[in-house]
């Protein structure tokens, strides 16, 4: 920090060549930027925070009170540390001959690159009990080298120097350092033995805790032939879905209803046009983007690790991803197919990359929060869990209007998605049996979560590993 600072002038050298010399490597080349461009956005703090947010949340839930707070207080670090030193060193960005990214503030260190480290860093002191053998060294492996990707997608993009990557990476591991120091006296403080982090995590006893799952019972051959069929009538049902939203799209348009009045498609949508205000506009695009790819992401990923979480199964996780990879495909397809137009009003939104049947914002919405009701009705006890009705049946209403009201829908889009969702999600919940591996009431707390295998309460605390 200082050499730069006081800008140095053999790293200021070195600097300034390899920005350029790295610049002429994939300058003209847009496939290989595009790829680098999805490396660092691996890098990206919104990335970064959703996964250190879905690892609290599991952590929390089993009851790893430390860890969590660990995964915390070192992301909390990295969000004080970047930008207080940004502001103190003071360092422009480089300036390439053939500049193809673009970054905001500025230089030193690289946010990317220490966000990456302290984030993927903390991550991997806190789940490497979950990991044995072999798998130790390949998880180990993984981490590092997505760590050192990040950190050259930064040069290549030509929006860092190699010393703001080194100093990023230099202030992430001393950062790490500190704060495992800090959980090692934590340990020393409770009379629990000290660990190596490195090479057992920071609470080599959790491991119980942190595996995601159980450990399954091996598959006979009846069950994985069981298991075969159901796969198999899932990819058969999605293409006779499929194939049947696609004819009625292909009806649709043949009958020359893309802009006809079926079922209210042209008087709907014109009476929302004619009826906006600059205030509903508002309303509806918050509204709309709810049911956004980046929203239906998170609430997918958050529904998943939960779900993990506290039933410790797989099911509910492949029931979810399931759900929701066969509605973003059959979307992707039927819309591809039928190339249906937009209503004949003022859109709201730009730039749209499909056409109009079905809705994905509809179809994705009913999809997910239908899902999540089935799971937690199967799952919990207790009256509260038919509140979850609630959001399957507002959710979709919200969308459907917003969307028609934006002029991006016609009704029969709209209805289109509502039976696609139908027939998809009674396909997957009685073929994947999300709800199979429920607990009985008799083992569950008093929310209807599992009890925690917790032998501290019978005065029995597990032997702790120790080096």
Known sequence: MLLVRLQFAPLESADHHAAAWLNSLVAGDA??????????????????????????????IRRRWRLAVYLLVAGAGELVLDPVLKALV???????????????????????????IVCYGALFLVFLPAVRGIWRRVFAAVIVTLIAAIGVSRLLLGVHYLSDVLGAWALGITWLGVTAFAV?????????????????GLEPEAREDLQPAEPETPMRHDRALAYGRNAAGVVVIWVLIVGALTGIGKLIMITHNGNGNLFGDHTIPHWFAAHRTPSLNGWSLIASNLGATQDILIVSAVTCVVFLA????WRPLVFVAAVMFGELAA??????????PRPDVTHLDTNLPTSAFPSGHMAATTCLYVAIAILVIGHARGWWRYLFLIPAI?????????????????????????????????TATILIKPNKDAFERSQRGPLGLPRRKDHARHGHESAPVTR
């Open 331 to 340: 979307f992707l397809a039927i819309a591809y197919v039928v190339k249906r």
């Open 31 to 60: 496939a290989l930027v595009g790829v680098i461009k999805a490396v660092t956005w691996l890098g990206s703090g919104g990335v970064l925070w959703t996964v250190t947010g879905a690892a609290v949340v599991l952590l929390a």
């Open 394 to 426: 507002v959710m979709p209403v919200l969308i459907a209007v917003a969307r028609m009201y934006r002029g991006e829908h016609h009704p029969t889009d709209i209805l289109a998605s509502v039976l696609f969702a139908a027939l998809w999600l009674t």
């Open 90 to 116: 003071g360092r422009l960005r480089p300036v390439v001959a053939h500049p193809v990214a673009y970054g905001g503030g500025n230089s030193f260190p690289s946010g990317h690159a220490l966000g990456s």
């Open 310 to 313: 506290v039933t410790r199964r």
């Open 184 to 200: 090692e006296l934590s340990r020393r403080a409770a009379g629990e033995p000290v660990t190596d982090p490195v090479t057992e």
